[in-house]
């Protein structure tokens, strides 16, 4: 069975960083895309970022510059590196992978607030 768990949420200042990891169970990690989805209060959840089996990566347009998504397939665990964290980046923060079905850990709540 497929199991994500995100850990590294919290409090955090406008400017500052954060660092969000996910671990993967259940699946051949290396030969499956990583997926960063976010989702604030009452908005639709949304596509953070995304790291291929060749370590491709895309980010959003809202992101890019100041988010940086990896992976170690080692540890079967993707990061998201956040820094620059602005108060419109508070979400809970889910981690994706796709094996037929969508498959989502819990949530990481990021909160950017002074």
């Known amino acids: 069975q497929v199991q994500l768990v995100e850990s590294g949420g919290g409090l955090v200042q406008p400017g500052g960083s954060l660092r969000l990891s996910c671990a993967a169970s259940?699946?051949?990690?290396?030969?499956?895309?990583m997926r960063w989805y976010r989702q604030a209060p009452g908005k639709q959840r949304e596509l953070v970022a995304h790291?291929?089996?060749?370590?491709?990566?895309n980010y959003a347009d809202s992101v890019k510059g100041r988010f940086t998504i990896s992976r170690d397939n080692t540890k079967n665990t993707v990061y998201l590196q956040m820094n620059s964290l602005k108060p419109e980046d508070t979400a809970v923060y889910y981690c994706n992978t796709v094996r037929g079905k969508d498959f989502w850990g819990q949530g990481t709540q990021v909160t950017v607030s002074s």
């Open positions: 259940g699946i051949a990690f290396s030969f499956y895309t």
């Open positions: 790291i291929t089996s060749g370590d491709s990566t």
